[in-house]
């Protein structure tokens, strides 16, 4: 993926607003007689959460694509500076290969980012909106959760799952985990962060969801090994506050457990 500087650079020529999206880009000329890429290939997109950018909801735009998209490796979602179209945004950059490098300006809600996931990805693969419907129940389900009655926002979880949405339904299955261990249903647990580590094995939060499961069973020692992943895969959370609760946990535990060995 470009740098933001640079994906702004060679978006330049293609920049354009959401509106344009229904327009696929010609398809490149093709020197010689390389074979075309492969469709799956992983689709980047970058979001601008710089000072502009963020006051016209760039932040949120990120949370609704993370909520949206095919986890990684199909699409990788992340921040970024400017795109240098300050006034122009929420701003969005895309790369997609074989079709290059552009930038989306005005992407300010999450239907308009489902939209430009449509676009990018193709209606055959993304269905702006089913995607949008299933974001919906999981924000009801994580609202409810929230609220304390994991009973509800089980069941809300699970007829987001049922939906089999075309992206974040690794977070539909990590939600109904956290559900199902408010209300002690540690086995059905573990199978949905199970689930969720098998359709998304790069994403951190699978692995800690479930080492969280592994830990509410007592299986202490997979628990930090479904940890450690999680680490591996992002060494960042290391310095957040949840993670460093987690180990201070497991810790008291794999003493206690020595201990009485």
């Avoid at 179209?85 to 074989?98: F, K, Q, T, W």
């Avoid at 996931?117 to 994580?142: I, P, S």
């Avoid at 956290?178 to 998304?200: F, H, P, S, Y």
Wanted: hydrophobic share 45%.
């Amino acid at each position: 993926m470009a740098t933001a500087t640079a994906m702004a650079v060679a978006g330049a020529a293609a920049s354009c607003s959401l509106a344009c999206a229904s327009r696929p880009p010609r398809p490149p000329r093709r020197r010689g007689t390389a074979p075309p890429r492969a469709a799956a290939e992983a689709v980047e997109i970058r979001v601008c959460t710089n000072r502009t950018c963020a006051r016209q909801g760039g932040r949120e735009v990120l949370a609704a694509l993370e909520g949206l998209s095919p986890p990684p490796p199909r699409v990788d979602v992340a921040s970024c500076g400017c795109l240098g179209r300050c006034g122009a945004g929420p701003n969005v950059g895309a790369s997609v290969p074989g079709r290059g490098n552009a930038v989306f300006g005005h992407v300010g809600t999450a239907a308009r980012a489902a939209r430009l996931l449509e676009h990018l990805l193709g209606a055959a693969e993304f269905d702006a909106a089913a995607g949008l419907a299933a974001l919906a129940l999981r924000e009801k389900a994580e609202a409810a959760l929230a609220e304390g009655d994991a009973a509800q926002a089980e069941a809300l979880f699970t007829e987001s799952i049922a939906m089999d949405a075309p992206g974040g339904l690794h977070l539909a299955y990590g939600g109904r985990c956290k559900a199902r261990l408010a209300i002690g249903d540690t086995a059905g647990a573990l199978a949905d962060a199970d689930e969720a580590t098998r359709i998304a094995p790069k994403f951190p939060q699978c692995h800690l969801l479930r080492g969280d499961a592994l830990f509410a069973m007592g299986e202490y020692h997979s628990a930090e090994d479904a940890f450690a992943r999680a680490l591996d895969l992002d060494p960042s959370i290391r310095r957040s506050k949840s993670f460093k609760a987690r180990l201070e946990k497991l810790r008291e535990k794999l003493v206690s457990v020595s201990s009485s060995s």
